[in-house]
């Protein structure tokens, strides 16, 4: 069973895999490459046996599980940071504390193509990849333990995917991610003092001045955060206010679809195919807090989904890790100008 | 002029390069490699010339600034994060926080030799390398604009070093990292409640319980920290409470050259010579306080300074940079177990 632990010194929650402990080779460089592009693939169809029996594939059209002839499938990941059954087990030992490693770790295998990479897909394949993360929030949101759904992607090996097959992560925590915490902390109080969304205030803002957009239409605004951390950090943000994306509809998803292929691209384009990683940033999970009204309650109203996309392009990294002191070299306006004036173009 | 931004939604600053803003094709990673180990550089010895005018040097025997002769030499980085002339401005713009990027960027050569390696060091000279540490600070704590002076070392292209030649970086910051404010806000709170110092409490039952210790002397403890981020993260405090590195004296250094050096030597045997960061995390600088007494004045007593080392041995970290939410493969109480077996030994 992993463990969480939580540091009395940084306030952050942090997953030991104790079960399948890595010694002192296996983390030896020459060890470590990604898994070459072509040869076995267990995301490949026709591989369906080859990964944890399947949780969840679209389309609904009457084939067996872990059979061929899914367009999206979700798979438990074969090495899980966390487990999903147990008992959370919250304790202490003096100064530390524990709990078991209690979540869901599952991979969301985002098309049959090995090669079909996200700024590539079809704007309906998108869809159903995006209505795919909302099924499994819907799902997942159920469950009492859980206080958090993170939904991410890496991609390129700079950016952690060990398998090149396009797909997705999601993991569920007992705890919310401390990052996630401070951005619920400022939007709450953003909300008591003015009764409106901090988010909404900011992209107000950044309409207005313009030159930190990316892209924009009637649903989505595409921008580079005022104070990004790494060159082409880029937002998405659906412009009505909406707290959870799962509350998003299939056509919201359509214009999301559009909006994050466009980005993808665009900064495909610019940067020469770089790794990734994005993150949904999403409402916390509240069922499990019935004990304690109140807490994180109003969340419907100041809290506002986006998703973060960070091109891995700067290797000044560990420095960042030890201060969470960032430096950009390029300003996000200038980012912004450059995303903006990439030409864009798709067969579809 | 560099730029500081603070982000109203994460609550971070960021230092923004506006100068020598980078354009997408210097990101395209065939551009990105590390200056190779023969060749050119700048830091060795009769290169003088090619760095900025030198700040300080060891030994003092007499010789010409910008000359040979030195063991350790003190000068701006070439390219700084943040310049030293300037005022601060502090300002807003709606939502957002701006800041002038005033303070130090220094670049600490650690020897004239090209190939010697922190953890190949001689005592002696190691020791002489943190003396330099604390006579930078001592001299950067006398300037009012400046909260935080950080020392840090990248090692190997992967932490982020892009020359060769050993070198520690010092960035004097006019705000306080977000993680060591963390770190302070917790320290204080303990402080606050029990009237002791919580990294006292931490060592206390960290030597009594053992199993993550990685060595032990009457001057210093080296531990995986219970919650390790990383695998094989490794922190050393000194076991008498000291809140400031700056107070401390040439004998407390020697010991401190003793346990980095043997520290060092351990993570590169165990994992074959791995990059790591370190991080010198200390006391804040309170001189430019004095409009607010009280805050930050308890410090001497509820902080204690130490180093954090990070090997870089895992890739998963963008998905960690967005969240904040670490997945560590390895117990710190293995880690520890494989660094304590480890056999080191030095010519002197």
């Not at 709450?188 to 992209?203: A, G, M, P, V, Y």
Request: net charge negative.
């Amino acid at each position: 069973m992993p463990e969480l632990r939580k540091s009395p010194i940084a306030n952050r929650w942090v997953i030991i895999a104790t079960d399948r402990a890595r010694r002192p080779s296996d983390f030896h460089l020459h060890q470590q490459q990604q898994q070459p592009s072509h040869g076995f693939c267990p995301f490949c169809e026709g591989n369906e046996e080859k990964t944890p029996p399947e949780i969840f594939a679209l389309p609904h059209n009457g084939r067996e599980p872990n059979t061929p002839g899914w367009q999206t499938r979700v798979v438990p990941n074969r090495f899980p940071a966390l487990a999903i059954e147990g008992d959370l087990n919250r304790r202490g030992d003096g100064l530390f504390d524990y709990m078991n490693g209690i979540g869901a770790h599952e991979v969301i295998i985002e098309t049959p193509q090995h090669e079909l990479e996200m700024g590539d897909m079809s704007i309906a394949h998108l869809q159903m990849v995006l209505s795919v993360y909302r099924a499994r929030i819907l799902d997942l949101v159920n469950d009492v333990r859980l206080r958090y759904i993170l939904v991410f992607k890496n991609f390129g090996l700079a950016a952690g995917a060990s398998l090149t097959h396009p797909h997705t992560q999601l993991i569920a925590t007992p705890v919310t991610p401390r990052v996630v915490k401070q951005e619920l902390i400022s939007a709450q109080s953003h909300f008591l003092d003015k009764e409106r969304c901090l988010f909404c205030d900011i992209l107000a803002q950044e309409i207005k001045d313009g030159e930190r957009i990316v892209s924009l239409d009637d649903h989505f605004v595409a921008l580079c955060p005022f104070a990004s951390r790494f060159p082409f950090e880029t937002w998405i943000f659906p412009r009505k206010h909406t707290a959870h994306f799962s509350q998003s509809s299939d056509e919201l998803l359509h214009h999301l679809a559009i909006a994050l292929r466009d980005t993808l691209k665009r900064i495909s384009i610019a940067l020469d195919h770089p790794p990734y990683n994005f993150v949904l940033h999403n409402s916390p999970n509240t069922k499990g807090n019935a004990r304690r009204p109140g807490y994180w309650q109003t969340l419907d109203l100041d809290y506002h989904w986006h998703i973060e996309i960070m091109p891995r392009v700067t290797k000044v990294a560990g420095f960042e890790w030890g201060t969470g002191f960032y430096i950009n070299p390029t300003p996000p306006e200038q980012a912004a100008k450059y995303l903006r004036d990439v030409e864009v173009s798709w067969p579809d």
